[in-house]
């Protein structure tokens, strides 16, 4: 079946530095693909998306591309901030439902 | 304010008691979702349902059961059956037309 990878947490970063988190898929088809970001105690914020190959995904200075030929969907942010701490989830969609990888949790240290 | 309420924020089980978890979404969503998450497990789903009076298990149904007669409402029962019940509960929502869910704030389940 569908599934998502995504690279083992925690990560800690230091404030402004540049953030990659991995995320792979495996998919029959063309899924569309997401990141959340979960913030403590609460539920998950949708922050990105992309729907076709070679789309980009952007919001609050963080972007994906939707990768095809390595089926991979990477989150980036040029230069992170304390309040980008959280977990963040990379997820694609299964018909009628979505697939979420296990989070990878970030800690930005002023 | 439209969103997605969950209910009670915290909740606490007894050995061998039933509790239900309240979903209510004012969005005019038709389809509506449970998962459960685990610490460093990601999301797991439960149930969803895409019409009223309609649902089907999701990943990890054994010991939940849900129902759906209202489309703005959508309980989850977390049944003796579930073992192993601590978790915390996610309901979210989507339009038919759109795959993005949108999450309510959760309900943190707890053994006692």
């Known amino acids: 079946g569908n599934s998502v990878t995504q690279m083992e947490g925690p990560v800690t970063l230091s404030e402004e530095a540049f953030l990659t988190i991995n995320c792979t898929y495996t998919a029959t088809g063309y899924p569309s693909l997401f990141w959340y970001v979960q913030y403590p105690g609460e539920g998950l914020q949708l922050l990105l998306k992309a729907t076709k190959a070679d789309d980009k995904g952007s919001n609050k200075g963080f972007e994906a591309t939707y990768r095809k030929e390595t089926t991979s969907f990477h989150l980036e942010k040029g230069s992170v901030q304390v309040s980008d701490s959280a977990v963040y989830f990379c997820?694609?969609?299964?018909?009628?439902?979505?697939?979420f990888g296990q989070g990878t949790r970030l800690t930005i240290n002023p | 304010d439209g969103g997605i309420t969950q209910s009670p924020k915290y909740l606490f089980r007894k050995e061998g008691q039933n509790v239900t978890l309240s979903c209510e979404q004012n969005l005019n969503h038709d389809a509506m979702y449970w998962y459960r998450q685990d610490p460093g497990q990601g999301l797991r789903l439960i149930y969803y349902?895409?019409?009223?009076?309609?649902?089907q298990k999701g990943d990890i149904a054994e010991g939940y059961s849900v129902s759906r007669e209202k489309k703005e409402s959508f309980p989850l029962t977390v049944t003796s059956a579930q073992k192993n019940p601590t978790a915390f509960y996610l309901c979210a929502t989507s339009t038919t037309e759109q795959e993005t869910q949108y999450f309510g704030p959760g309900t943190r389940l707890l053994v006692l």
């Open positions: 349902s895409q019409i009223v009076n309609d649902f």
């Open positions: 997820a694609l969609s299964d018909p009628q439902k979505l697939v």
